[in-house]
Each structure stands twice: as C-alpha cells, then as structure tokens.
C-alpha cells in the first residue's frame, strides 16, 4: 500500500499523492451540495488520493471496496471505508 511505497521513496508518494488529490479536489467541486461522487477502481491510485485528500494512509482496497470522502469548511476526512470482509 501507500506506506510501504512511503518507506522506499517519501518524496514520490508525496508528490503523486498531491498531483492525484488535486485532481479528486477538482472533480469534487463538480458535485453540488448534498451530492455523492464514486471513484471506481482498483490500484494503489485511490489510496493514494484519499491520502493527498486527507492525510489518512488506508489499508489496500481490493475490488469493489471503497471509502467516503468528507469535506467540511474546505477539509476532506475519511468517512466510512467499505470492505467486503
């Protein structure tokens, strides 16, 4: 996951993870209030975003796992993670 890809290179992580939350923080601005987006997929990208979004490293998703984005005041948190296990 994110953090053993942290280990070996910090500065990579840091750097995609920002590049990859930015995008998510476009897409975001695209919902309207109240509204829901899904990201669908399934590689170390998602991980990554939500830890550029959030700060928060999340365990591997494997298929059709996800987590809930939150914003409040211009911050995003973890919601809930869906996992099949």
């Known amino acids: ?3 053993a ?3 070996q290179d910090p500065a990579l992580v840091e750097e995609e993870a920002g590049r ?3 995008g998510v923080r476009k897409l ?3 919902i309207r209030d109240g509204g ?3 990201a669908v997929g399934h590689s170390p990208l998602i991980e990554a975003a939500v830890f ?3 700060g928060t490293v999340i365990d591997p998703l494997a298929e ?3 987590v809930v984005i939150e914003e409040a005041d211009g911050r995003f948190r973890v ?3 869906y996992r099949l296990t």
């Open 5 to 7: 890809i942290r280990a």
């Open 79 to 81: 919601g809930r993670e």
């Open 20 to 22: 990859l939350a930015e």
């Open 1 to 3: 996951g994110v953090d």
């Open 28 to 30: 975001l601005t695209e």
């Open 64 to 66: 059709c796992e996800g």
């Open 52 to 54: 550029g979004l959030t």
């Open 36 to 38: 829901r987006g899904l």
